[in-house]
């Protein structure tokens, strides 16, 4: 699923992201730490998962191991 970075909180590093579809979804510190992003911006486009409705990972397509740029 494709989203849009909403909110960032630059000092806890947790926010929200709308996806395609209009929702607005919190995510945690943890899974932003996780996902080896340092630098998240409002407006900023990202891919991420779900699990039991919240956000379990996120990643720029492109950066990471076996990801390439299109």
Do not use: C, K, Y
């Amino acid at each position: 699923m494709q989203a849009t970075v909403h909110e960032i909180d630059p000092a806890t590093g947790a926010g929200s992201v709308i996806t395609d579809n209009g929702r607005v979804l919190p995510f945690d510190a943890d899974v932003v730490a996780a996902a080896n992003l340092r630098h998240l911006r409002v407006g900023q486009r990202l891919h991420l998962e779900l699990a039991g409705g919240a956000i379990s990972r996120l990643w720029i397509e492109g950066v990471g191991p076996g990801q390439r740029i299109r």
